[in-house]
């Protein structure tokens, strides 16, 4: 190999191994790690617990709040939790065209497991194997603390939920394909589900969202205005 190939093959070399950086580097900052989000629930069980100076029962693990390999819920993936046995009070108005369900359905329904305030955090269908009879009842002290993330079973006042995306029923909003390339969501059905605005294993923008919101870009993203 002469000196010119030489100088050519370490050139190229560097460029692949530059370009593979950059890469890698996309690929990290873009993957979902609920560990660094509020959802880890596991950061709350070591006996300081700062919503309610309640520790959070300790499972040694940080999925198991929410998501068991076996026999787990079928709304959300493997959901780990129970619902709350009672209704709900969905959203209605005079102006809403599209098919609302009479209460939440699919993942919405999992994230009122803990959302909705009557049901311990930390109350999961499976514990780990080396937990399994230490399953606790629920604990009003655990649930979800008052504030804006509690939304209670009176769904009246918050953005609709379980609703079919239909622009056959209302064409004031954008079409379906156009909101799925800038990064919301839609569920079984076209529904519109806490899920399609919110992602839980990932806080890149505040409350979770699944993309910038500056200037209600977000909500712009499906309302025509």
Request: hydrophobic share 35%.
């Amino acid at each position: 190999m002469n000196v010119k190939r030489l100088q050519n093959f370490f050139v190229s070399a560097i460029a692949c191994t530059a370009m593979l950086l950059v890469t890698n580097t996309d690929a990290i900052a873009q993957t979902d790690n609920v560990a660094d989000t509020k959802h880890n629930l596991s950061v709350l069980s070591d006996g300081d617990d700062p919503t309610s100076g309640n520790a959070l029962v300790d499972y040694g693990e940080i999925c198991v709040y929410c998501h068991t390999p076996h026999g787990g819920q079928e709304d959300a993936p493997l959901w780990n939790r129970n619902y709350n046995p009672g209704s709900y009070q969905m959203y209605s108005s005079p102006t809403l065209d599209m098919l609302i369900d009479t209460d939440p359905t699919g993942v919405s329904l999992a994230c009122l497991s803990c959302h909705d305030g009557t049901i311990g955090l930390d109350v999961i269908v499976n514990a780990p194997n080396a937990l399994q009879d230490s399953i606790p009842g629920s604990s009003a002290a655990n649930t979800m603390p008052a504030g804006d993330t509690n939304l209670e079973t009176d769904l009246r006042n918050d953005h609709p939920i379980s609703i079919v995306y239909d622009l056959a029923a209302d064409a004031a909003f954008n079409p379906i394909a156009n909101i799925e390339t800038d990064g919301l969501k839609l569920f079984a059905g076209n529904k519109v589900q806490c899920a399609s605005c919110h992602n839980p294993h990932n806080d890149t923008y505040e409350q979770l969202l699944r993309m910038k919101n500056d200037g209600s870009d977000q909500g712009t993203t499906c309302h025509i205005t």
